[in-house]
């Protein structure tokens, strides 16, 4: 069972920029998609950013595209989320998830599709 840790959430004013991070337990596959969902109060979780680490292919929702980045690092098992031109919308509770579809597909935004998933990190946008 791989353990995840998210961390790097905070508050920061809009047009701001953080980077989250999620520590796995042991090796993450790079064949299955890893990726970065959030909820906001009161909201269904959504799919944010997906990752298929061997065909180097990146997914991302419309709201962050362009200013979102996912990726990771397998020396230290840790896949991170740099976010960028933070807005009030971007509020919310941020979670990793890992072991996901193969190749992200057909579909690398489903939350059923993933087994393992982090405990979340709160990221809160001021306008």
């Known amino acids: 069972q791989v353990q995840l840790l998210e961390s790097g959430g905070g508050s920061v004013q809009a047009g701001g920029s953080l980077r989250l991070s999620c520590a796995a337990s042991e090796y993450i596959s790079r064949v299955r998609c890893v990726g970065w969902f959030r909820q906001a109060p009161g909201k269904e979780r959504e799919a944010v950013a997906g990752?298929?680490?061997?065909?180097?292919?990146?997914y991302y929702a419309d709201s962050v595209n362009g200013r979102f980045t996912i990726s990771r690092d397998d020396v230290d098992n840790t896949l991170y989320l740099q976010m960028d031109s933070l807005k009030a919308e971007d509020t919310g509770m941020y979670y990793c998830?890992?072991?996901?579809?193969?190749?992200?597909?057909?579909?690398?935004?489903?939350?059923?599709?993933?087994?393992?998933w982090g405990q979340g990190t709160q990221v809160t946008v001021s306008s």
């Open positions: 998830a890992a072991d996901g579809p193969i190749y992200c597909r057909p579909d690398y935004s489903k939350r059923a599709d993933y087994n393992y």
């Open positions: 990752l298929y680490a061997v065909g180097n292919r990146t």
